[in-house]
């Protein structure tokens, strides 16, 4: 029963805190829009830059990944030999940010918090740091060769249940690997749809050709 009590607490914790709506916070903070009206929509880290400046969109970009750190590394700390529960965490955070609570559920990609997530699964589990080092590297090389974030959180997002199994990461691992893996196909769907198109936006990168 008290492992249910727990469970339950951790996913509701980590839900509201995935679901702090950072960029339409610092939207509103800062220009008073609704960042949803702007850009590409999206309550997320790479629209705060286009909409905001770099400057809050890095800070956005933070927050995001500290919202998937933070519970993780805390429901780990408290409940420490029990797996499942940051598990639980990582997945409730995510869940939260992509479709949050507080903006009629309705929310980011959950790039910056599935890394954040990763992060403070690292703490707890020392075996999956490459697989999350590599998973990362991937995102850099890619973002760095195509300017495209989105081709680059969908490789890093297949990559990731692969490096997982690869490593031979805990079965729990490796279901929330795959979790997060349809999560962020699913939320770049739109993505993929200007991909097709040719419509898809790059990042201006000073060293690619205009």
């Known amino acids: ?72 590394a805390v429901s780990g700390f408290i409940f420490p030999g029990d797996a499942n529960i940051p598990i639980m965490a990582a997945i409730m955070a995510v869940i939260g940010h992509n479709w949050t609570c507080f903006l009629q559920f309705k929310g980011g990609k959950g790039i910056a918090t599935s890394l954040g997530v990763l992060i403070g699964l690292t703490i707890a589990l ?45 079965f729990s691992v490796k279901a929330l690997s795959i979790i997060f893996c349809v999560f962020i196909v699913f939320r770049h769907r739109p993505n993929i749809h200007r991909l097709l198109q040719g419509q898809e936006p790059k990042v201006p990168l000073p060293f690619h050709e205009k």
Request: some cysteine; aromatic content about 8%; hydrophobic content about 60%.
């Open 1 to 72: 029963m008290m492992m249910f009590v727990n469970m339950l607490i951790t996913a509701a914790v980590s839900y509201i805190i995935g679901s702090i709506p950072t960029a339409f916070i610092f939207g509103k903070i800062l220009k008073n829009i609704d960042i949803r009206q702007h850009g590409s929509g999206n309550v997320g880290a790479t629209n705060a830059f286009r909409v905001l400046g770099k400057g809050p969109g890095a800070t956005v970009l933070i927050l995001d990944i500290i919202k998937g750190i933070v519970p993780v």
């Open 126 to 170: 020392p075996s999956i740091r490459l697989a999350v080092f590599l998973c990362v590297l991937a995102w850099v090389i890619c973002f760095l060769l195509t300017a495209y974030i989105s081709v680059s959180s969908i490789l890093a997002g297949l990559l990731l249940p692969v490096l997982m199994i690869i490593v031979d990461a805990p």
